[in-house]
């Protein structure tokens, strides 16, 4: 059971088990040091069985792109699942064919083996499984078929722009797309003169014979370039997207076990580079290509450009060029840690200037006795909104809350602003001060105004002691009847900001307390769609007036109900939407500051 | 004669030599932050600046020196920096001030 044509489809798949394997070995001896004790700690751990399952779900049904549009899952689904299926059914039928085993090509090439090779012999059901194999194939080709129309009509696929590919992608993607009509034209033609296979092969015989081939002469060629074409796909995956196939099992698997990235990048951000498909759903979604047009920096662009090593300078503009509003990573299918890489490139770029020197002067800032109280961080923005600050220290005056209003005098920043910049280790000397500061005040909680801060505190401070953003601090104080608003008849519209939505996951807090002083209005765009407000200290690359046709894109969607109010919880969308001057812009703090029942 | 200590001297020259100093930095700079075509050196960015209330750091200066060529001492009077942004949204002629500084930063760095 050999023929020469077969070489290229194996000489194909040995390419790519070799370098596959290599580069796994690689960047899984490249992990970082943290990342190697998560993976050692886990890896036999029931954490297994979740993983499996999202596996399944993601590599193989596509489950995330089916919840945003059904074709496109459809398209994504038919292509994985249906070759999968392909491929395990065609072992199945060439294992019953051949009791004897069979060399493992055997499978793909079946159904020219089949009435040649005397090691096949008659089997149970094998005309159902013909019929299968039959299924599988027409099911793989409505796939393609939808692939095909993306590429000339996205839209009924959910997309408003799809990739641009590089010219490996494409020479690889060609050679994906010839692999099934030809199995599907060779198969045909074996069939023609043998009389073999289901439904669809035995039709498309029937159809070569009819238009006058010789199907004999035709045969042999066809099952070379369908061997080729596979060879030459094999061959070029591990070079190409198309090693997000393997690579994505792989990530899953890491991640269910905690494996997380790193200031630094290592073998793991190799394997979230090599996971993008390049599918492109981030890029409708994100607000430099939505509202400014610039439709070459999303996070695909910036995977596929990383993992050029010759386009880093390239790399350094687009990860400069992005509101970190963290839309794509909410929209990414394979849940890669977009906004984490991005900061990486930015630290490369910045690492000649990330110098800890100038912070001395942080030395004459001490600390207060604050044993019992609140902390309360304004942050730097809420200074140039001193509407929101005073009605916090208002609200904490009505509930009775000793408090310390810790940067109103001498304000350090959160340092957040520095890391997102790619600065660490001068975000980490701001971040020293501070923590040490609350600590050594002795307060119990820390409440802050600002969602930046707040991230900040939360993800990247590990204090001791429970931090608030003052949205979820007043929503408590209201449950437990320490505050008392009046409800009244104002009509609100709720922006929800990226670092507090997108970033720490707030969501209702901010709609129950609104609820409670007005009426909550619904936005087409809200809570993890929300969008970005255009005055965020991500992007240093845009000048004001496309930052202003950004907050202007989201200012139309929060006016669209016809709202009195537009109400936010982030002092930078405050002054953003303020600045426009088409409605009262209002904190949160300011509104329930506004209606409060003094007792 | 040895010098005399009078317990003060004469205060040093601050003429600009504008033939000695080098604007290919800043003429870079403005090609890289072409907002900073647009700055009218009113001062609001210094005026709200966090780390200037606690220090002298005066971004306005900063500016200045850079534009003439005065590099001395620069470098470390930027980072005093701490990136918070608010420069930015005090400006009325939206000059991207976060940008000048990180690119002033890293112009001194490059020669």
Known sequence: ?599 | MSATDFGFTISTTRIVDFDAANRQRYEELLSRVPSYKYCIACGNCTATCTAGGMTGFNIRATHLKFSRGQYEGLADELNKCMLCGKCVLVCPRGVNTRALIVNMRKLLEES
Request: aromatic share 10%.
């Open chain 1, 1 to 599: 059971m050999f023929d020469i044509f077969v070489l290229p489809f194996c000489a194909g798949v040995v390419a790519l088990l070799a370098v596959s394997l290599m580069k796994y070995i690689r960047w899984i001896n490249s992990f970082s040091k943290r990342q190697q004790i998560t993976i050692r700690r886990n890896i036999l751990s029931i954490k297994i069985l979740p993983a499996i399952w999202e596996m399944f779900r993601e590599c193989l049904l596509h489950w995330r792109i089916t919840q945003r549009n059904l074709l496109l899952g459809y398209m994504h689904r038919s292509l994985a699942f249906g070759w999968f299926l392909l491929i395990v059914v065609g072992f199945v039928q060439a294992l019953m064919a051949c009791p004897g085993g069979h060399p493992f090509y055997a499978a793909i090439f079946f159904n020219y083996f089949e009435p040649r090779s005397e090691r096949i012999v008659e089997f149970a059901h094998s005309q159902q499984i013909a019929t299968l194999m039959d299924v599988l194939l027409l099911y793989v080709l409505s796939g393609l078929f939808l692939a095909m129309l993306k590429k000339v009509w996205s839209k009924p696929l959910g997309m408003k722009r799809t990739t641009k590919h590089n010219l490996t992608d494409r020479i690889a993607k060609f050679s994906l797309w010839c692999i099934f009509p030809l199995r599907l034209l060779a198969e045909g033609a074996t069939s023609s003169i043998y009389g073999n296979g289901g439904f669809l092969v035995r039709w498309v015989g029937t159809v070569i014979a009819a238009i006058g081939l010789d199907s004999a002469e035709i045969e042999y060629l066809l099952w070379v370039l369908y061997s080729l074409a596979l060879g030459t796909f094999f061959t070029l995956m591990p070079f190409t997207r198309y090693m997000h196939i393997f690579t994505e099992v792989f990530l899953i698997y890491f991640r269910k076990n905690g494996v997380i990235e790193g200031n630094k990048p290592s073998g793991y951000t190799k394997f979230e580079l090599s996971a993008c498909s390049r599918c492109g759903i981030c890029i409708d979604h994100c607000p430099v290509n939505r509202e400014l047009g610039i439709s070459n920096t999303q996070g695909v662009y910036l995977l596929q450009t990383i993992r050029n090593k010759d386009l880093w300078h390239r790399a350094e503009q687009i990860a400069a060029n992005c509101m970190v509003c963290d839309r794509c990573q909410v929209e990414c299918p394979v849940g890669i840690d977009l906004a984490t890489i991005r900061r990486q490139v930015r630290s490369e770029a910045h690492t000649a200037i990330d110098k800890p020197v100038g912070y001395n002067y942080l030395e004459r800032v001490h600390p207060f006795n604050a044993i019992g109280r609140i902390a309360y961080f304004g942050g730097c923005m809420s200074h140039l909104t001193p509407g929101i600050t005073s009605a916090m220290e208002q609200i904490f005056k009505a509930a009775g809350q000793p408090y310390w209003y810790m940067d109103k005098e001498q304000s350090i920043c959160c340092g957040r602003p520095l890391l997102q910049q790619g600065l660490v280790k001068q975000a980490e000397v701001l971040r020293r001060k501070n923590r040490d500061m609350i600590t050594r005040s002795g307060a119990t909680m820390l409440v802050t105004s600002c969602p930046i801060c707040y991230q900040s505190f939360v993800k990247e401070y590990q204090l001791s002691i429970k931090v608030m953003h003052h949205t979820e601090y007043i929503d408590m104080l209201l449950r437990s009847g320490k505050l008392k608003v009046k409800a009244g008849s104002e009509r609100i519209a709720y922006h929800d900001p990226c670092e507090l939505g997108r970033g720490c996951g707030i969501y209702q807090a901010p709609r129950d307390v609104l609820g409670s002083v007005g009426t909550l209005l619904k936005t087409k765009e809200e809570r993890a769609n929300s969008l970005c407000c255009g005055y965020n200290l991500g992007n240093i690359s845009i000048s004001t007036d496309q930052q202003q046709l950004v907050r202007d894109a989201a200012l139309g969607n929060l006016l669209a109900p016809n709202p009195d109010t537009i109400a936010t919880a982030c002092p930078m969308c405050k002054r953003s939407f303020a600045r426009a001057n088409a409605i009262p812009v209002k904190d949160i703090a300011e509104i329930v500051a506004d209606s409060l029942v003094q007792d």
